[in-house]
C-alpha cells in the first residue's frame, strides 16, 4: 500500500487549521454531519433525474455511535459515498469542495440546500482525533475503499469491504492532556447536546444509542439501563414550517426549548422572506426583563443559522441596540460564510436583514401599542426604558424609529399614554405638550408647579425615569408640538395678568430684596408668580434646563 502525501500546500494548511480556524472544538460534529448531510442530499438530488433510483426517505438518515473502550466515534451515513477519485481529490486535497462542485454542476436544480463549499470542515476531525478513517461505497459501484490518516503527515487508500453504499467515519480520539478535554466526545450527553446545538434542524435523522434508566419488567422500584436508538434532532425546523399549521403554543415550546427565556413570550413574529435576501425568522418579545438586562454583562443577538446549521449563537448585529430584548433566530441561505463558517464574509446580507427585521419588530410593537395595549404596557414597563435609551443614544438618529412607541403617565387620564394619544387630545389653544419630571407620580402630582398647566386644563406627562427628559431632549418636539417642562419660565400660557403681577412685584420690592439677601446663591430671583392657584411658593427654572435634569447632572460624574 502507498502512503501518498497530502499537497504541499495543503500540509501547512491542516496544521494551521487544527490549531486556528475554529474556535471551539465541538464543531467537528457540525462539519461531520452536515457533510454526511450533503452526501445524502445527493443521493436525493440524483434520485430527482434519474428514474432507476429511488428515495425512500427513510432508508436515509445519519447514525453516531461512541465506543468509549476503543476510544472511537463513528459518524456513519447512508448518502451518495465516494469513489476512489473523489476520497483522492476531496480528501486529499484541502480546500477542495467536492459539495461545491456538485453545486455548481447543479445549479439548475435547487441544490442550494447543500451546505459544503469550502472543503475543509472534514479536516476539523483532527482537532479531537489523532486518527481517523473513512469507509465509503459510492452510489452505483461494487466497491469500497477505506481512506486512512494520522493528520499531518498523509493518507493511505484502500480497497475494502463494505455492504451497503454510503461512508462511515471513524474518529480516533485523542488522550485528555491538561488542558484539553477530548474525551468527552465519547459521552452520549455531550454528544446530543452538540448535536442539539448545531444539527437540531438537519434534515435526516441523526439517530444514536441512547441509554435510559428504565423500570425492570415486573417490578416497580428496580431500573435497569436499556440501550435504545433514538432520533437526536427535530429536523424540520419551526422556521420552515407553515405559520398557517402553527400555534401560539408551538412557538412558546420553542422559545422554552431554545432557552430564549424562562418567561413566556408576550408576541412572536415569523417571517418568511424570499426578497432581494432569503431568509427565514422567528422572533420573540419577551414579557420579562432578564436579569442582566440593564447590566453591562447583558449580551444581545440572534442565532445565526445558514440552511439550517446553527452558524452564531448570539449574532448582535441583527439587532439594533434598542430592541436588544428581542430573542429568536434567523436562517438564510444567502449568507457568505468565512472558512471557519463562524463569521460572516461580508455583512452585505446581514445589513439586508437586520434593516428587514427591524422594521418588523417596530411595526409590531407598533400594531400591539394600538390593538393590544394590555401587553403593550406589559412589555413597556420590562423594556420601556430601553426604548427611551435608544431614543436619547446616538444623538437622536433613532427618533424616527422609536418616537412612536413611547409612553408616559398622564395628568388627565392617570394611565400611560403615548405621544399621539397626547397630540390628538390637544385644545387648539395649547402651544406645547407638558410635562412635569419628578420622583413618583404622587410626587409630581403635588408639585406646585404643574397647578397653572393643569388649570387650564392642559394635559401633563409626568416624567418619572431619568432618562425621560434626556430622551424627550433628543427628541425636541412630537408632530412638531415642542416639548416644555412645567417649572421652565415662560410656559406659553396666554398671560393676561401681565401687568398686575408688574404691578405686584413693585409693591412687594423690599420683601423680595430681603427674600434675595437671604437666600443668596441658592436662587437667582425672587419674583410674584402667575401659576400658582393653591401654593404660596414654587421653584422655576430660568434656563433650559429643568431641575430635575440639573440635579441629575450634578449628580453625574465629571
Ligand atoms: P465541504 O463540505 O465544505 O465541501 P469538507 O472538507 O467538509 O468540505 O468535505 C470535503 C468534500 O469531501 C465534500 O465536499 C464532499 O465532496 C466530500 N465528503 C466529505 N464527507 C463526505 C461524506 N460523508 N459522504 C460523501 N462525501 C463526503
Ligand atoms: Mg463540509
Not at 412687594?508 to 401654593?535: P, Q, T, Y
Amino acid at each position: 500500500m502507498e502512503k501518498k502525501q497530502f499537497q504541499a500546500e495543503s500540509k501547512r494548511l491542516l496544521e494551521m487549521m487544527i490549531n486556528s480556524i475554529y474556535s471551539q472544538k465541538e464543531i467537528f460534529l457540525r462539519e461531520l454531519i452536515s457533510n454526511s448531510s450533503d452526501a445524502i442530499d445527493k443521493i436525493y438530488y440524483k434520485a430527482l433525474t434519474d428514474d432507476s433510483l429511488t428515495f425512500n426517505k427513510e432508508d436515509y438518515y445519519i447514525k453516531i455511535s461512541a465506543d468509549k473502550e476503543k476510544r472511537t466515534l463513528t459518524i456513519a451515513d447512508t448518502g451518495i459515498g465516494m469513489t476512489k477519485e473523489e476520497l483522492e481529490s476531496n480528501l486529499g486535497t484541502i480546500a477542495k469542495s467536492g459539495s461545491l462542485a456538485f453545486k455548481t454542476e447543479n445549479e439548475a436544480k435547487d441544490g442550494h440546500d447543500i451546505i459544503g463549499q469550502f472543503g475543509v470542515g472534514f479536516y476539523s476531525a483532527f482537532m479531537v482525533a489523532d486518527t481517523v478513517t473513512v469507509l465509503t461505497k459510492p452510489l452505483g459501484s461494487e466497491e469500497a475503499y477505506l481512506w486512512k490518516s494520522e493528520g499531518a503527515d498523509g493518507y493511505t487508500i484502500e480497497t475494502a469491504e463494505k455492504e451497503t453504499v454510503g461512508t462511515e467515519i471513524v474518529l480516533f480520539i485523542k488522550e485528555n492532556s491538561e488542558e484539553d478535554n477530548y474525551e468527552e466526545y465519547l459521552e452520549e450527553y455531550r454528544l446530543k447536546s452538540v448535536i442539539k446545538k448545531y444539527s437540531d434542524f438537519i434534515r435526516y435523522p441523526i439517530k444514536m444509542d441512547v441509554t435510559e434508566s428504565k423500570p425492570k419488567e415486573g417490578s416497580e422500584d428496580e431500573f435497569e439501563d436499556v440501550q435504545e436508538e433514538q432520533t437526536v434532532n427535530s429536523m424540520v425546523p419551526i422556521w420552515r414550517k407553515n405559520k398557517n399549521e402553527l400555534k401560539d403554543e408551538d412557538y412558546a415550546n420553542f422559545y422554552a426549548e431554545k432557552r430564549y427565556g424562562f418567561d413566556k413570550p408576550l408576541k412572536h413574529v415569523h417571517i418568511s422572506v424570499d426578497g432581494a435576501v432569503r431568509y427565514n425568522a422567528i422572533l420573540f418579545i419577551p414579557e420579562q426583563t432578564p436579569y442582566d438586562y440593564y447590566s453591562k454583562e447583558f449580551e444581545k443577538g440572534l442565532e445565526l443559522y445558514s440552511n439550517g446549521v446553527l452558524i452564531m449563537e448570539k449574532c448582535s448585529d441583527l439587532l439594533p441596540d434598542y430592541f436588544s430584548f428581542v430573542k429568536g433566530m434567523v436562517d438564510s441561505e444567502d449568507l457568505s460564510l468565512n472558512i471557519s463558517r463562524e463569521m460572516l464574509q461580508h455583512d452585505r446580507q446581514l445589513k439586508l436583514i437586520a434593516k428587514n427585521i427591524k422594521n418588523k419588530i417596530k411595526s409590531q410593537l407598533l400594531s400591539m401599542l394600538k390593538d393590544d395595549r394590555e401587553n403593550y404596557e406589559k412589555f413597556y414597563a420590562s423594556f420601556g426604558r430601553q426604548l427611551k435609551y435608544g431614543v436619547y443614544s446616538d444623538f437622536g438618529a433613532n427618533k424616527e424609529d422609536l418616537q412612536d412607541l413611547l409612553m408616559f403617565h398622564s395628568s388627565t387620564e392617570k394611565k400611560l399614554v403615548s405621544l399621539a394619544d397626547y397630540v390628538s387630545r390637544m385644545p387648539e389653544d395649547q402651544k406645547y405638550i407638558y410635562y412635569a419630571a419628578g420622583e413618583s407620580n404622587e410626587r409630581i402630582e403635588k408639585l406646585p408647579q404643574t397647578e397653572m398647566v393643569s388649570e387650564k386644563g392642559y394635559e401633563i406627562l409626568y416624567f418619572t425615569d431619568e432618562v425621560d427628559e434626556f430622551a424627550i431632549r433628543m427628541l425636541m418636539a412630537y408632530k412638531e408640538k415642542e416639548f416644555k417642562s412645567v417649572s421652565s419660565g415662560d410656559l406659553g400660557i396666554e398671560d393676561t395678568e401681565a401687568e398686575k403681577t408688574e404691578e405686584q412685584d413693585e409693591e412687594n420690592k423690599e420683601l423680595f430684596g430681603r427674600m434675595k439677601e437671604i437666600l443668596a446663591g441658592k436662587v437667582k430671583d425672587v419674583r410674584v408668580s402667575k401659576r400658582l392657584k393653591s401654593h404660596p411658593v414654587c421653584l422655576t427654572a430660568d434656563g433650559d434646563i429643568s431641575i430635575e435634569m440639573e440635579k441629575i447632572l450634578k449628580a453625574m460624574p465629571d
